[in-house]
């Protein structure tokens, strides 16, 4: 039953890998390189984007409090 439920969340789930350059791993805990586990649908079932890697990305990785110098009005 475990591994059924591993291979549901796994297939709910799709790898991505964050590179940041040019200063932006100081927002991000001086970590340039980072692999995320994200769903593949948002919260209204729609595929996820860049615009919800964003937020995700905020909202889950990025430890400085200075949102600002990475997303501003919701863009990079």
């Known amino acids: 039953m475990e591994d059924t439920e591993n291979l549901t969340k796994m297939q709910d789930t ?3 890998n964050v ?5 932006l791993e100081i927002l991000f805990s001086n970590q340039r390189k980072h692999r995320l586990a994200v769903p593949v649908n948002d919260e209204q079932g729609q595929p996820v984007n860049m615009a919800f890697l964003v937020s995700y990305l905020c909202q889950n990785v990025m430890k400085d409090r200075r949102k600002e110098m990475f997303v501003i009005d919701g863009t990079v």
């Open 19 to 23: 590179d940041f350059t040019g200063g």
């Open 14 to 16: 799709i790898f991505v």
